[in-house]
């Protein structure tokens, strides 16, 4: 029985691809694209049923890859299989106009193939392959709808994508060869434990999973990206896709061996960018663009709980469940809210309300309002953050509660009179209610202690940031403050000025200099040549000839001499 | 090195130090003239002088050796066939030039 | 009877068959073709102490007639070239447009030419050498007046004086020694004055005859003006006469008395004649032009290898490498010129940019012209390469850096002039081509060419051929057992 | 009879070339015929032979074409890889050239001397005595000449030009240096390196700068690079040709013979030569990657990635490390396969589309789908994306560096995979995301016979690379050969 349910995780992986495979034959496309939600099943089958820790050899592939299911994983893999699960649903409506669906079928499956693989890899192989899977081919769906401003969000995506991939990969070098040449995930996290290690290995390692995850200083992409694609894809994206950066921390942070270094600078970029992106966030125009900051937000949550148990050498049973039950409710929830966006036009009347109602408890949950499923995720998180780390937690819930009033404020307007149809409605919903229910269903399994441990007073007490986010927004709504506007994706405009600026000048410095090398130098061959030609008139006389033959003979002579 | 003249001449030394007059004067005058003409006599002065100075060697003091005689022979032969067929190319390019007055091929670069 | 004698005698017949028939006489080429190719190849296979004395007489005035591994290979080529040769000229006669008479005097001049080449390769008697030198130079005298009578004159001249300094060395020869056979004088001879100018006046004589830089001024108009199958036997035949004297007199009659110093004169002419020669036949624009200053550049491998065989310990190699250069440039440069005729004859004009579009007309002329290039240059797989491979082993060998550079270089220097010409046929047509092919037109060429190429596969029996009676591996006529 | 196998490899192309020479234009079908049987008939040799070496059994014919000179071929499993890879390239771009010229002039020409490449490409790879290899080397260089000056443009004669130019100058280099060698320690075979203990050192840099000067011109390594962006000129099954398996990797071929098994990595990393080379290596590839970056022409764009990524060979050989010589060695085949579906792919859509300028490919993902998709995953495997091949190779590279305590290497094969995505995804960005311009008409890719055998070759050389990716540690992959390889000989 074991032994069938192993095949599982091969199958989560190759199933997609199957699809993605079938999506390229003449006409399918839009059969496909309604198959879209057939992608995730083997993945979630695998999740709920699939052997922890049991690996599967893949022999022949790759290098001799194979795949694994941690505890940790499998909960990745089923939040992920559960958003791509819905948000499958949702494009197969959305997109059922649309005038690329083979492309989009094609894209989604592969991305998800990937997305899942980085879960459920054994090797750092495997899991490069994967991870440059999601990451790579996900541009496709970020340019879907081949607006200018997508591909311009697309060739930002691009860039820093290619970019991590390419410190993820020189460190994942680093790391094997300091592992002694080992490829499990497992034996090269050990190696970077090891005091041996190549000391580039490790931040090269953060700033290749960093820039998937949305780091602060390396986040410019995602707030420009992720609303730039079609909306189920936005949702996947942001839910599921990001935490492909986030597994990346926590398959090879070396927990557990205090990095001082390393995890203080993780921790600090992390932290700040929980707090920067979500202000950032209040100055955005767009709904999806403010959860794309969001998401930054959050994310930096992670990453700084993670520098810190990094900096502190917690052990990974300490740090990890916590973290896959903040990715988790993170996932879902961002997933539900930028499904929200799409339905927000189709919702009139009472639906808005409706919908309204149910974003706004989204929100809430996000900013941890107790009782709540991120109240529990962010309380779980606040164990392994350390003092000052649970304190910024705490006083997060300000700024995320901010920044999810200006989603709210800024959702599109609805056109009057549409009811939202039911396979769009149902995705939304469902995704919000795994993301509020499912938390609270695992948090016992995952943490090992009971939802309901600490007293209620104490968590109300805690929740007074959010009850100053509420009054600061009650303020500003009544006083008509309007938040600045800033542009997407922050420093990116300017960078990109400087960049192209510099490119300019390069390629006319290169120029200039390639024409001076191939000036040419005045061309003495003719001169020479009638020289050559009075030389062979001399060898041609019949004189000349004698005047040699002597001489030559005399040469002979005089040399024999010697 | 004071040997009196008669034995020079005596050893049959004087013909083949005449031949060694007749190779200068032919070597100088085969450098110093353009004509084909000129050049081919200047030539068979050369040659009569060789031939002079093979010729002495045969003369022994009491025996005449017939070997170097025998290549005197036929180099004789050799170099009157040439000197003939020289003559003729010399004869026929007068005749072409002649027939073709302003073709000057002699000086063309490299072929003709 | 022996092949020795026959080489001499059949074509002596054939030269007198062919001033009595006039134009009948070209079909005589059918015959003395195969019947001296099969004359040569006996030859090839003789026992190594092959010899023959004409006319019983004994030594100091006999004719001694024998083969040694210089002459076998020498006799063999000459063999192969001149039929090929005389086979193509039976279908494209070697004729000036309104010089038709040409084509009879051409038969008898060949003939003379193979039987002065052949007598003077298997004989070691300086003075026969003369004759046979004298021979040689008629025939070839009057095959290059065929094409230009001027350049011939000159080529005339300055060949009689050529001859004249040879025969006043032996003359000196005569005097000293009182003998003028090569083993002979390999005993009796000692460096005095006397000696070392025959040498001197022979070595410079017979360097006229070869046309070594800087006496080669005659060369490149006689050759590059004549008809194309006269060309041929020019650059092939004529000029390997004096080289192969001058090994005689330089390894066999005077190895004693040659110092370094001399050798080095001679090698280092070689050298300059390699890059002289190249640089000039870069500078053509003629296409026969080129080939023919190609032939100065390649005489000059022939002498570069002087020292590298008399400075080897063990000179097989060195004396296999020279030995071989001159046969492949044999083969090759008769290929060339034959080909170089029919491509001149389909093109617009002389001139190498002139041969645009002949790649696609005539492909199979082209190809002979490339492979004979292959082997000039000294690519592999080519005779030519395994020549120069010899040669250049020998040199870093000993040191001598100074040749191998050259070698090295002079094989670039081919590259360049001669894959330009090669080029040019790959160009497009300015005008249409009637192309000038089929039959032995094209497979004289062809087959030299093809030739020159395979040399490069039986490297080993070549060498071991060269070997034999080679005058360093022990007294002459005293033969060692072919190299295992 | 096993003996003459290697011979047989020799043989069979030359047969093939001496039938497309002879056979006159209007019997080009039976030309066709023969070159693709040939090309199936060596296939099925090199499979046997395969076998045959898995078990250990080296074949070798030998010949003495000098004295003390010997002639041998030897199929170590070295050099069947290199055979493998031609024999199976070959087929495909046999497929690919006749689809490609149909019926264009001087075919007889063109096909015999494609053959003759074949013959001189497989005897480099067999060569078992340094001068043998010459032989090859050199006859690869003249056989490639009428390739390279083909069309007969001017353009294409200054190709050729150049193309020799470089070529004879590195190859009488490399003459000279292997001369040289000899005359100190005697004829050198590959299977038992030369004894170089009495050399001195000095000497023996001199000659290994010589060689790999000389092979290095053919590997086209920075300064000596620059025949191959000229020599696109030539048809675009040539430019396959020579960039993606016989002329560029005859020259790192030989390299890696030079390092294992002449030197031997003990004097290599004794003379200190190993670090300059990787060094040269890596300059070639940076700069290889810019100046690819600069071209606006595809064909030359791809020219100068394969000067770039070449140097991945020689910098494996050069590394001296167990990693970095199997991801040389499998680099050389998967380079090989990548950059030949990018040249049939640039030449069937200059072929049926007339693109010969990158701003020409606008849309071209969308007129011709199959094409542009073994396009896209060449140029992903030469980014190192993967699971396409390359990333094999710059994987077991960059390892072997860290293991050769070179981790300065790392940095450039990160900066390389940054400069070929710069250069190669603007590419597939405007072949499939840009719409096609409006004057250029529609065509159906894959209709007639003709347009299959022009397409498919590459389609299936990307399904390749994308196989020899994923299945990386199957036995027979090149992976697992270029394994085989480097524990039987190298890493002792």
């Known amino acids: 029985m074991t032994a069938d349910l192993t095949l599982l995780l091969p199958l989560a992986v190759l199933w997609p691809m199957l699809l993605a495979g079938l999506a390229l034959l003449p006409g399918w496309g839009p059969r496909m694209l309604m198959l879209l939600p057939l992608g995730p099943l083997p993945a979630l089958a695998a999740a709920l049923f699939a052997p922890r820790d049991t690996p599967v050899a893949l022999p022949g592939v790759l290098l001799d890859g194979g795949l694994d299911l941690t505890a940790t994983g499998a909960i990745f893999l089923g939040g992920a299989a559960v958003l791509w699960f819905w948000a499958g649903v949702y494009a197969a409506v959305y997109l059922r106009r649309d005038g690329r669906p083979a492309a989009f079928a094609l894209f989604w499956n592969l991305v998800l193939a990937g997305n899942l693989g980085v879960f459920i890899a054994a090797d750092i192989v495997s899991f490069y392959v994967f991870f440059a899977l999601v990451s790579l081919l996900a541009y496709p769906l970020v340019i879907h709808d081949r607006q200018p401003a997508s591909m311009r969000a697309g060739t930002v995506y691009l860039v820093l994508a290619v970019t991590g991939e390419v410190a993820i990969l020189v460190g994942l070098m680093l790391a094997s060869f300091g592992a002694g040449g080992a490829i499990g995930i497992e034996a090269v996290r050990a190696g970077l434990a090891l005091p041996s290690a190549h000391p580039a290995a490790l931040p090269l390692l953060i700033v290749g999973f960093g820039i998937k995850a949305g780091l602060m200083p390396l986040h410019v992409w995602l707030p420009v990206a992720h609303p730039a694609a079609p909306v189920p894809a936005s949702a996947v994206l942001s839910g599921a896709i990001v935490k492909a950066g986030i597994f990346g921390m926590v398959a090879f942070l070396p927990l557990g061996t205090p990095a001082a270094v390393a995890g203080n600078v993780l921790t600090i970029l992390g932290f700040s960018g929980l707090f920067l992106a979500a202000l950032l966030a209040v100055g955005q125009a767009g709904a999806k663009s403010v959860l794309a900051y969001s998401t930054v937000s959050q994310m930096g949550l992670v990453m700084g709980v993670l520098g810190v148990a990094l900096a502190a050498g917690s052990a990974p049973a300490t740090v990890l469940p916590a973290v896959a039950l903040f990715a988790l409710h993170h996932g879902l929830a961002k997933g539900a809210l930028f499904l929200g966006v799409g339905l927000a036009p189709l919702c009139g009347r009472a639906w808005r309300w409706g919908l309204m109602a149910v974003l706004a408890v989204l929100g809430l949950s996000l900013a941890g309002m107790p009782l709540l499923a991120g109240a529990l995720v962010k309380s779980a998180m606040k164990d392994p953050a350390g003092a000052l780390g649970a304190v910024l937690i705490g006083l997060s819930a300000l700024t995320t509660a901010l920044a999810m009033a200006r989603y709210l404020a800024v959702l599109p307007k609805a056109k009057p009179r549409r009811r939202p149809p039911l396979l769009m409605a149902l995705p939304f919903l469902a995704l919000a209610g795994a993301a509020l229910w499912l938390p609270w269903l695992l948090y016992a399994d995952v943490t090992g202690k009971s939802p309901l441990a600490a007293d209620l007073a104490s968590k109300l007490a805690e929740a007074w940031p959010l009850g100053l986010a509420v009054l600061l927004i009650a303020g500003a709504v009544a006083v008509g403050l309007k938040p600045p506007a800033l542009p997407e994706g922050d420093a990116l405009g300017p960078v990109q000025r400087r960049a192209a600026a510099l490119t300019a000048a390069a390629r006319a410095a290169l120029r200039a200099g390639s024409r001076s090398l191939r000036r040419s130098r005045p061309r003495k061959q003719a001169v020479i040549g009638e020289d050559l030609d009075r030389i062979e008139d001399i060898f041609r006389e019949g004189a000349a000839a004698a005047i040699l033959l002597l001489a030559i003979a005399g040469a002979v002579v005089a040399a024999s001499l010697i | 090195m004071d040997l009196p003249l008669s034995d020079i001449l005596s050893a049959g030394h004087l013909y083949a130090l005449t031949g060694a007059v007749l190779v200068g004067l032919g070597l100088y005058a085969f450098i110093t003239q353009r004509h084909p003409l000129r050049q081919l006599l200047a030539v068979n002065v050369v040659g009569a002088g060789i031939f002079l100075i093979l010729g002495s060697l045969g003369r022994g003091p009491d025996a005449t050796d017939p070997f170097p005689q025998a290549l005197v022979i036929t180099g004789i032969v050799v170099a009157v066939a040439l000197t003939a067929f020289g003559a003729a190319m010399i004869v026929r390019q007068a005749e072409t030039r002649a027939a073709a007055k302003p073709a000057a091929d002699d000086n063309a670069r490299g072929a003709s | 009877m022996s092949p020795l004698d026959l080489l001499v005698a059949v074509p002596l017949c054939c030269m007198a068959a062919a001033l009595l028939l006039g134009r009948a006489a070209r079909g005589l080429i059918l015959l003395a073709a195969p019947l001296m190719a099969g004359l040569a190849l006996w030859l090839a296979l003789l026992p190594p102490d092959a010899a023959y004395l004409v006319g019983q007489w004994e030594l100091p005035l006999g004719i001694l007639l024998r083969a040694d591994g210089v002459a076998r290979l020498m006799i063999l080529a000459t063999a192969l070239v001149i039929g090929a040769v005389g086979l193509h000229a039976l279908v494209e006669p070697p004729e000036k447009p309104g010089h038709a008479a040409q084509a009879e005097t051409f038969w008898p001049l060949v003939y003379l030419l193979w039987a002065g080449a052949n007598a003077g390769f298997l004989t070691t008697d300086l003075f026969n050498l003369y004759v046979t030198l004298e021979m040689v130079s008629l025939a070839a005298v009057a095959l290059a007046a065929m094409g230009s009578l001027a350049a011939a004159l000159r080529y005339f001249m300055i060949a009689l004086l050529g001859s004249l300094a040879y025969l006043l060395g032996v003359a000196l020869i005569v005097a000293r020694y009182d003998t003028v056979d090569v083993t002979l004088l390999a005993q009796l001879a000692e460096p005095d004055l006397a000696t070392l100018m025959a040498l001197g006046l022979m070595t410079a004589g017979l360097l006229i005859k070869a046309a070594l830089f800087p006496m080669h001024g005659w060369l490149p108009p006689a050759h590059a003006a004549a008809p194309a199958p006269a060309s041929a036997l020019l650059s092939a035949i004529a000029v390997k006469l004096g080289f192969v004297i001058l090994v005689r007199l330089w390894f066999e009659a005077f190895p004693a008395i040659t110092g370094p110093a001399a050798l080095q004169v001679l090698g280092g002419l070689g050298a300059a004649a390699v890059l002289y020669g190249s640089v000039q036949a870069m500078r053509q624009d003629r296409l026969k032009a080129l080939v023919a200053y190609s032939t100065v550049a390649q005489v000059g491998y022939l002498f570069l290898a002087f020292p590298l065989v008399a400075g080897a310990i063990d000179p097989g190699d060195a004396w296999a490498g020279m030995t071989l250069q001159a046969v492949a440039h044999m083969l090759a440069k008769a290929a060339m010129f034959l080909a170089a005729g029919l491509m001149l004859k389909a093109a617009a004009g002389e001139r190498i940019a002139d041969l645009g579009g002949l790649a696609q007309a005539m492909p199979l002329t082209v190809t002979a012209f490339g492979l004979a290039a292959v082997s000039l240059m000294g690519l592999p797989p080519s005779g030519g390469f395994t020549a120069k491979f010899l040669l250049l082993t020998a040199a870093i060998e000993q040191g001598a850096y100074l040749y191998a550079g050259v070698l090295i270089l002079g094989g670039l220097l081919a590259a360049v002039y001669l894959f330009g010409a090669l080029a040019a046929c790959f160009a497009p047509a300015t005008t249409p081509r009637t192309p000038v092919t089929g039959g032995l037109r094209t497979a004289a060429p062809l087959a030299l060419a093809g030739l020159a190429i395979v040399m490069g596969f039986g490297g080993t029996a070549l060498v071991e051929l060269s070997a034999i009676a080679a005058p360093w591996a022990g007294p002459a006529l005293i033969l060692p057992e072919p190299a295992p | ?492």
């Open chain 4, 1 to 492: 009879m096993m003996t003459f196998a290697p011979l047989a490899l020799i043989l069979l192309p030359l047969a093939a070339a001496v039938v497309s020479f002879a056979l006159p234009e209007r019997l080009s079908a039976w030309r066709n015929a023969a070159n693709l049987g040939v090309a199936c008939v060596k296939l099925v040799v090199v499979t046997y032979l395969l076998m045959q070496a898995e078990a250990g059994l080296v074949f070798e014919w030998r010949y003495e074409f000098l004295p003390g000179h010997d002639f041998v071929l030897r199929l170590d499993p070295l050099a069947l890889l290199f055979v493998t890879l031609s024999v199976f390239l070959w087929l495909l771009t046999t497929i690919y050239a006749i689809a490609y010229f149909d019926r264009g002039p001087n075919l007889p020409r063109f096909f015999g001397f494609f053959n003759l490449c074949v013959l001189a490409a497989t005897g480099v790879a067999m060569s078992g005595t340094a001068i043998t290899f010459f032989l090859f080397y050199e006859l690869l260089t003249l056989a490639t000449w009428p390739l390279v000056a083909h069309k007969g443009d001017e353009k294409s004669l200054r190709a050729g030009r150049i193309y020799l130019t470089y070529t004879l100058a590195g190859s009488v280099a490399f003459l000279a240096g292997i001369l040289w060698l000899q005359s100190l320690v005697g004829p050198i075979e590959f299977a038992t390196p030369p004894d170089l203990a009495g050399v001195p050192a000095l000497t023996l840099t001199l000659i290994f700068i010589l060689c790999i000067g000389g092979l290095g011109v053919k590997a086209a390594i920075f300064p000596f690079h620059g025949w191959l962006p000229e020599a696109m000129a030539a048809p675009a099954p040539v430019s396959a040709l020579l960039h993606a398996v016989a002329v560029v990797k005859a020259g790192a071929f030989g390299i890696v013979r030079m390092i294992y098994d002449v030197y031997g990595i003990g004097t290599v990393a004794e003379l200190g030569l190993g670090v300059p080379l990787a060094a040269l290596a890596s300059v070639t590839i940076l700069y290889g990657s810019v100046r690819a970056l600069m071209q606006s022409d595809l064909k030359k764009r791809l020219a100068y990635s394969t000067v770039s990524q070449v140097s991945y060979i020689v910098l494996g050989a050069s590394l001296i490390g167990p990693f970095a010589v199997i991801g040389g060695l499998v680099h050389l085949v998967h380079q090989g396969i990548m950059k030949i579906t990018l040249f049939m792919c640039a030449g069937a859509l200059a072929n049926r589309m007339g693109i010969k300028a990158i701003a020409d490919l606008d849309g071209a993902g969308r007129q011709m789908p199959v094409t542009m998709a073994a396009f896209s995953v060449g140029a992903l495997g030469m980014i190192g994306m993967p699971p396409v091949a390359g990333f094999i190779s710059k994987w077991y590279l960059g390892i072997g560096a860290l293991q050769s305590d070179a981790a300065w290497v790392v940095a450039v094969l990160a900066g390389s995979s940054l400069l070929n995505a710069a250069y190669f995804l603007p590419l597939l960005y405007r072949a499939w995301l840009l719409p096609p311009p409006a004057d250029r008409p529609a065509i159906r890719e894959l209709a007639t016979t003709r347009d299959r055998m022009l397409i498919l070759p590459a389609a299936l050389t990307a399904l390749v690379s994308l196989g020899a990716g994923i299945f990386a540690s199957l036995p027979f992959s090149p992976l697992g050969w270029a394994t085989l390889i480097a524990e039987g000989g190298y890493l002792r």
